[in-house]
């Protein structure tokens, strides 16, 4: 139970989460413009067709971030360190592992994109979990109230209601 919740709490873990929540961004980006056109294109066509395309899409999406996720895991390196010499004293010692790479090219925003992730990805992945927490608390309460509708003080529709 220890190794399992420092496996939950590792650095590695939460750097590999946060860039397959980066990546999913991208291709959440792709799945919304993809059901648009697939909303569009079958606009006269049934709704079950609608609906069993863009469940496919999502199952894809979701198919689609487990893959990342893996191949994140896989590729996982120690975090790069990007150091300005000029701002450091003349005899700091860095105290890391990880490769350095001094003075980033400020035109390569890749690098200064991935370091980001990489400095503040535990902070990117709880943040990210209390939304999700928030949204599954939301979700759980609106479906919980729907029940307590449908089952409490019921009674039929006024006429006119009855005639729309």
């Known amino acids: ?5 420092q496996w939950i709490l590792s650095a590695e873990l939460a ?16 799945l919304a413009v993809l059901a648009g056109i697939t ?9 079950v067709l609608r609906y069993n395309l863009l469940a496919l899409q999502f199952g894809l ?21 990007v150091v300005n010499l000029q701002e450091l004293p003349e005899r700091a010692p860095i105290a ?21 992730f990489n400095r503040h990805a ?4 709880s943040l990210w979990s209390l939304i999700l927490c928030w949204k599954c608390f939301q979700m759980i309460s609106g479906i919980h109230f729907l029940r307590k509708v449908r089952r409490t003080k019921n009674r039929p529709a006024e006429p006119p209601w009855q005639q729309r």
């Open 39 to 47: 909303i569009t294109v079958t606009r006269k066509k049934s709704a």
């Open 122 to 125: 535990l902070l990117i992945v």
């Open 96 to 116: 890391s592992d990880a490769p350095v790479l001094t003075d980033a090219l400020p035109g390569n925003w890749t690098i200064r994109i991935d370091e980001f």
């Open 1 to 5: 139970m220890q190794n399992f919740i």
């Open 15 to 30: 750097q590999v989460l946060c860039r397959t929540l980066a990546h999913s961004l991208w291709q959440g980006i792709v």
């Open 61 to 81: 999406f979701i198919l689609a971030v487990a893959v990342t996720f893996i191949w994140q895991w896989q590729q996982k390196e120690p975090a790069t360190l």
